[in-house]
T-cell receptor
Framework: GDSVTQMEGPVTLSEEAFLTINCTYT??????LFWYVQYPGEGLQLLLK?????DKGSNKGFEATYRKETTSFHLEKGSVQVSDSAVYFC?????????????FGKGTKLSVKP | DTGVSQNPRHKITKRGQNVTFRCDPI?????LYWYRQTLGQGPEFLTY????????KSRLLSDRFSAERPKGSFSTLEIQRTEQGDSAMYLC??????????????FGPGTRLTVL
């Protein structure tokens, strides 16, 4: 079945460091890909998404490119801030094989130190 | 506040008791999803509704679990004869129209269930 694998954390960075969180997927057809973020004490929020190959999603300085040839959707940010400390989830939705429910990775906890 | 709301936010119960959670989706969103998230894991799909119809259920949804969405508005998730393994965060999400590749699911804050 469809699945998402993302790098395990926790990841600890200093402020202004470069961030990469790896995400790869297995799916039939052409899924949509998402990054969700969960700040401490808050619910899941959509960070960015991409719906077809070579699309780049971006938001709040974060970006990820849908790479079908490598089945990847890595999250990057050039300069992280303390306020980016959160848990990040990579997810896919496959409307061909299901009714669009999201399949999540296990999450990567990011801590940014001042 | 026009976001997805869930009640209660926390529930502590004893093993064997029944519990019921409520989710109020964003107004006019016709799709509603339930997920379960355990510590250190990503959310896992349980079931979803389009309007009042329950169209898909995960294998995770044992016969002790039942979900309803009367009139296609709010939804309830009931767990009967709770077990310690049911302890988790139960998340609700809604999306605005028939599933399309660009639709976004908006999540509520979740209900944290602890079974003693």
């Amino acid at each position: 079945g469809d699945s998402v694998t993302q790098m395990e954390g926790p990841v600890t960075l200093s402020e202004e460091a470069f961030l990469t969180i790896n995400c790869t997927y297995t799916a039939t057809g052409y899924p949509s890909l998402f990054w969700y973020v969960q700040y401490p004490g808050e619910g899941l929020q959509l960070l960015l998404k991409a719906t077809k190959a070579d699309d780049k999603g971006s938001n709040k300085g974060f970006e990820a490119t849908y790479r079908k040839e490598t089945t990847s959707f890595h999250l990057e940010k050039g300069s992280v801030q303390v306020s980016d400390s959160a848990v990040y989830f990579c997810a896919l939705a496959n409307y061909g094989g299901s009714q669009g429910n999201l399949i999540f990775g296990k999450g990567t906890k990011l801590s940014v130190k001042p | 506040d026009t976001g997805v709301s869930q009640n209660p936010r926390h529930k502590i119960t004893k093993r064997g008791q029944n519990v019921t959670f409520r989710c109020d989706p964003i107004s006019e969103h016709n799709r509603l999803y339930w997920y379960r998230q355990t510590l250190g894991q990503g959310p896992e799909f349980l079931t979803y509704f389009q309007n009042e119809a329950q169209l898909e259920k995960s294998r995770l949804l044992s016969d002790r679990f039942s979900a309803e969405r009367p009139k296609g508005s709010f939804s309830t998730l009931e767990i009967q004869r709770t077990e310690q393994g049911d302890s988790a965060m139960y998340l609700c999400a809604s999306s605005p129209r028939k599933a399309q590749s660009t639709d976004t699911q908006y999540f509520g804050p979740g209900t944290r269930l602890t079974v003693l």
